[in-house]
């Protein structure tokens, strides 16, 4: 029984240049969660999603930053136009529900560097 | 709105000695309370959870007992090995916080021979 699956692990993009990172949640999972951990940080939330749907995007930034899971094939979160901000590591995490007591599980994460 | 605070790091220890990682709250709602760990180049990992006041979570050594009246969720290990060294998230989900859990900034744990 896979885990949460992210890739690629380690990506690096120019100034300008978009990043797309996957995630293929645990087996059954219907809802997959981003966060971003900067350096020296805890995780931050930025969106929940469940099929086909957005569910909450409060910590996403307002512009360049884009999530979507489609009814078929892994959930991807885009980022257009990076800047050296954008360096950190994206995890993705799944839970089979949004209960109080639904653990996540959570990927390997993909490293971000923004040159 | 749901905040957890955890103790500043890094926590330097060596082998064998009694770890106490504090972590406090404030939520709305009945949270649910939760410790990762986040080995390094690893994702975080559940290590144990409580669901409800006075409920203990334990696991691999650790535990952790929710306290209502103080709003804590410490986190305690009798005796630590090399292989504890790791980041330690406390964590609480609840229903104020439409259930998308909120993470503590981390400690990290360093443990020496």
């Known amino acids: 029984n896979a885990g949460v699956m992210q890739n690629p692990r380690h990506l690096v993009r120019r100034r300008g240049q978009e990043a797309r990172l996957r995630c293929s949640p645990m087996k059954g999972h219907s809802h997959v969660y981003w966060y971003r951990q900067l350096p020296e940080e805890g995780l931050k939330f930025m969106v929940y999603?469940?099929?086909?749907?957005?569910?909450?995007e409060s910590g996403m930034p307002k512009e360049r930053f884009s999530a979507e899971f489609p009814k078929e094939g892994p959930s991807i979160l885009r980022i257009q136009q990076v800047v050296r901000g954008d360096s950190a590591a994206y995890f993705c995490?799944?839970?089979?529900?949004?209960?109080?007591?639904?653990?996540?599980?959570f990927g390997p994460g993909t490293r971000l560097t923004v040159l | 709105g749901n905040s957890v605070t955890q103790m500043e790091g890094p926590v330097t220890l060596s082998e064998e000695a009694f770890l106490t990682i504090n972590c406090t709250y404030t939520?709305?709602?009945?949270?649910?309370l939760f410790w990762y760990v986040q080995y390094p180049g690893e994702g975080l990992q559940l290590l144990l959870k409580?669901?409800?006041?006075?409920d203990k979570g334990s696991n691999k050594g650790f535990e952790a007992t929710y306290r209502k009246e103080t709003t804590s969720f410490h986190l305690e290990k009798g005796s630590v090995q090399v292989s504890d060294s790791a980041v330690y998230f406390c964590?609480?989900?609840?229903?104020?916080?439409?259930?998308?859990?909120?993470f503590g900034r981390g400690t990290s744990l360093i443990v020496h021979p």
């Open positions: 999603l469940q099929k086909e749907n957005i569910i909450d």
């Open positions: 939520a709305t709602g009945y949270p649910s």
């Open positions: 409580a669901t409800k006041a006075d």
């Open positions: 964590a609480l989900s609840s229903s104020g916080g439409s259930y998308i859990p909120t």
């Open positions: 995490a799944s839970s089979l529900g949004l209960e109080t007591y639904n653990e996540q599980f």
